[in-house]
């Protein structure tokens, strides 16, 4: 089946210092990355949406400019958290949809980025 | 109302019992229903999609009501292993995002 790596799986930090998140397809080609934050115990939220290529399509309420995202290629997509802040402690989760493929979307492991 | 609704539970059931869950939804454009699991700090992963027709894999069977914008899950049989957060995902349409639920906690008791 289709793999998503995520790395780094946790990552703690000091206020005010920029954090890169990295997601992968391993086997399959992705034109299309989901970025998607949980909080404890609250549901999966979309932050935005990560077209090869091109710009980032962010959801209402998330900062572009904080929340950095780069998918340079079809097996990459990048989440840089930019001055991060004790607030942005969450649970970050990239999916991928295969190129051509269903609706299915496959699920990185996410990370756990802990800003202290 | 909210586009997608689950009760969050916690549902505690013995093993064996048999258990289900209801999921509303309220954009009627959605194509693709699936049921997702999340166990503590782990990524989400698909148990199954939901056909219009219903559909059953082993203990599990889906089913869904677009006249009533419902979805549904029912676990037979239930094991320790059960115990997770059941997600009720849909999307609208090709390379559009998922639109989780906030889920339904399920604890299955010895």
């Known amino acids: 089946g289709a793999v998503v790596s995520q790395h780094p799986s946790w990552v703690i930090c000091k206020s005010g210092t920029s954090v890169k998140i990295e997601c992968r397809s391993l086997d399959f080609q992705a034109t299309t990355m989901f970025w998607y934050r949980q909080f404890p115990k609250q549901s999966l939220m979309l932050m935005a949406t990560s077209n090869e290529g091109s ?11 904080k929340f950095l995202i780069n998918h340079a290629s079809l097996t990459l997509s990048t989440l840089t958290v930019t001055s991060a802040h004790p607030e942005d ?6 999916s ?19 800003v202290l | 109302r909210k586009e997608v609704e689950q009760d969050p539970g916690p549902f505690n059931v013995p093993e064996g019992a048999t258990v289900a869950f209801n999921c509303t939804y ?13 166990d503590c700090r782990k990524e989400p992963k698909l148990l199954m999609s939901v056909y219009s027709s219903g559909n059953e894999d082993g203990r599990f069977t889906a089913q869904l009501n677009r006249a009533s914008q419902y979805i549904s899950l029912l676990i037979r ?31 299955v008791i010895a």
Request: proline share 2%; charged share 15%.
């Open chain 1, 89 to 94: 402690s969450s649970f970050y989760i990239c």
């Open chain 1, 55 to 65: 710009k980032a399509t962010y959801e209402q309420g998330v900062e572009k400019d």
């Open chain 2, 26 to 38: 309220s954009n009627s454009a959605s194509q693709s229903f699936f049921w997702y699991r999340q």
């Open chain 2, 77 to 107: 049989d239930s094991k320790l292993s059960d115990s997770a957060t059941y997600l009720c995902v849909f999307v609208s349409s090709g390379n559009t995002p998922l639109v989780f639920g906030k889920g339904t906690r399920l604890s």
């Open chain 1, 96 to 114: 991928a949809t295969v190129a051509g493929g269903a609706n299915e979307q496959f699920f990185g492991p996410g990370t756990r980025l802990t």
